[in-house]
Antibody, heavy 120, light 107 residues
Framework: QVQLVQSGAEVKKPGASVKVSCKAS????????INWVRQAPGQGLEWLGV????????NYAPKFQGRLTIIADESTSAAYMELTSLRSEDTAIYYC?????????????WGQGSLVTVSS | AIQLTQSPSSLSASVGDRVTITCRAG??????LAWYQQKPGKPPQLLIY???TLNSGVPSRFSGSGSGTEFTLTISRLQPEDFATYYC?????????FGGGTLVEIK
């Protein structure tokens, strides 16, 4: 069974950067698409970007281009999301989520979420 | 980006009711759509993928249908544990996008 374990909560000041990790186990790491999704307090889900380790090149939502970096480390089966120039609106729970092992349009496995709070 | 519009944004229903949630896309998606259930304080859980395929372990009272630009999630007989927020997500093209969500509350 695929499991995704994320790093812990972070508190950052406006203008700072945050890096969240997502360690995968229980499935092939290289071929899965690792997506990053966030949810602001009381709000809906927002897709940030994706990386397929086998391909290596990430794809970002236009809103986050220039501020977001997603990488995958095959040696540790971990993915990372770094968001820079943080502002209060970036306060949210950040989730990593993996595509289904069998393929198909859906994110079948989710991390527990990492709360990022941006506050002065 | 492909916009997804869910309706209704919220609904009140009773245990045993049949519930239908609609997701309309701004352009044709073929069958590249998923549905999720989210409960407070938890990550979303995949219910339906490829528009109509039930994910492993999901009760058969959940079903998905539709193609093109209109999709539906149906809960045939609402159970107490089904009170939650439901989201659709399209996989037709990047950037992937989510619908705004539908809160299903107890009547």
């Amino acid at each position: 069974q695929v499991q995704l374990v994320q790093s812990g909560a972070e508190v950052k000041k406006p203008g700072a950067s945050v890096k969240v990790s997502c360690k995968a186990s229980g499935g092939p790491f290289r071929s899965g698409a690792i997506n990053w999704v966030r949810q602001a307090p009381g709000q809906g889900l927002e897709w940030l970007g994706v990386i397929i380790p086998l391909i290596g090149t990430p794809n970002y939502a236009p809103k986050f281009q220039g501020r977001l970096t997603i990488i995958a480390d095959e040696s540790t089966s971990a993915a990372y999301m770094e968001l820079t120039s943080l502002r209060s609106e970036d306060t949210a729970i950040y989730y990593c989520a993996r595509s289904l092992l069998t393929g198909g349009a859906g994110l079948g496995y989710w991390g527990q979420g990492s709360l990022v709070t941006v506050s002065s | 980006a492909i916009q997804l519009t869910q309706s209704p944004s919220s609904l009140s229903a009773s245990v045993g009711d049949r519930v239908t949630i609609t997701c309309r896309a701004g352009q044709v998606l073929s069958s590249a759509l998923a549905w999720y259930q989210q409960k407070p304080g938890k990550p979303p859980q995949l219910l339906i993928y490829d528009a109509s395929t039930l994910n492993s372990g999901v009760p058969s009272r959940f079903s998905g249908s539709g193609s093109g630009t209109e999709f539906t999630l149906t809960i045939s007989r609402l159970q107490p544990e089904d009170f939650a927020t439901y989201y659709c997500q399209q996989f037709n093209s990047y950037p992937l996008t989510f619908g705004g969500g539908t809160l299903v509350e107890i009547k």
